[in-house]
């Protein structure tokens, strides 16, 4: 793996001035496919599900793939702390502050990896100034399907080997907006009252993270989440909606931000190009 020209925050200023958001990209997108390739391995066996502490599951996939990205990441900027998901739930909770940290999703939709609907992804943002400002997201069960996207660098999806394109949230279109939503989560009732008397064509329902990556696409216009979610279920492809020309906000139109004491987030909303 290339090793990206980092200037880190023991070397000089702040990180994200000296930070190479181009040469992250690359070097974040290759430990993405390396642990993709542990993580297929896991998904084509008869693999055991186990129950972390809070009953949620989890599989060797997971735990080999932050085994393959954060020491990855350690190497890439060794003082920036790092938050995983498999990590925090042994305990192991890095303290982040305002400063720049890592979040990691090794196996983002877990139940859909168990119930093998290959609508699962691997996660991996940069939040800078608690917000994200890099992310890749890969989803190796569908066709090795990657979106990435950086602060300044725009947003891409690249579908197995083919060509990296760039890609935009659309308009808002005239005949209503399609809307995206939780295959697993959610209130039905609370989701019409959130969308009132917006007109809207077409529904459809993704799992994990895909569901920013498909509003980033311009493939739907907005993705309301009512529900708990952890700061490492977003923060990639928050990253890449927001190089799309998207933004996340909590219900009340504030910017989601990063860094809570919990790492637990709010409701929020997921937006293309839709007018509040």
């Not at 880190?8 to 993405?32: F, K």
């Not at 999806?157 to 083919?162: T, V, W």
């Amino acid at each position: 793996m290339q090793m990206a020209d980092v200037t880190t925050m023991a070397d000089r200023g702040s990180p994200m001035q000296s930070l190479n958001y181009g040469a992250l990209l690359q070097d974040v997108t290759e430990l993405a496919r390396q642990a993709a390739t542990a993580v297929m391995g896991v998904y084509e066996s008869d693999f055991e599900v186990m129950q972390k502490s809070d009953e949620s599951p989890v599989t060797q996939a997971d735990l080999k793939a932050e085994a393959i990205i954060t020491p990855g990441l350690r190497a890439l900027t060794p003082d920036i702390p790092i938050v995983a998901e498999e990590a925090v739930s042994q305990g192991d909770v890095p303290t982040v502050g305002d400063a720049p940290f890592w979040l990691v999703d090794p196996v983002d939709g877990t139940k859909e990896f168990l119930s093998k609907n290959g609508e699962f992804t691997i996660n991996i943002g940069l939040v800078v100034d608690r917000q994200p400002v890099l992310g890749v997201v890969l989803a190796p069960a569908l066709d090795n399907t990657l979106y990435s996207g950086a602060k300044g660098l725009g947003a891409k999806r690249q579908i197995g080997k083919g060509l990296a394109r760039p890609i935009h949230v659309r308009p808002e279109p005239i005949d209503g907006l399609t809307v995206i939503y939780s295959r697993r989560h959610g209130d039905p009732r609370q989701l019409m009252d959130f969308l009132g008397s917006r007109r809207v064509t077409e529904r459809i329902s993704a799992g994990s993270s895909l569901k920013f990556c498909l509003v980033a696409a311009g493939e739907a216009d907005v993705y309301p989440r009512f529900g708990p979610t952890h700061e490492w279920d977003t923060a990639a492809a928050h990253a890449v909606l927001t190089a799309a020309g998207g933004r996340v906000e909590t219900v009340d139109g504030s910017p989601l931000l990063y860094g809570k004491a919990s790492f637990r987030n709010s409701d929020f909303v997921a937006w293309g190009n839709v007018k509040p």
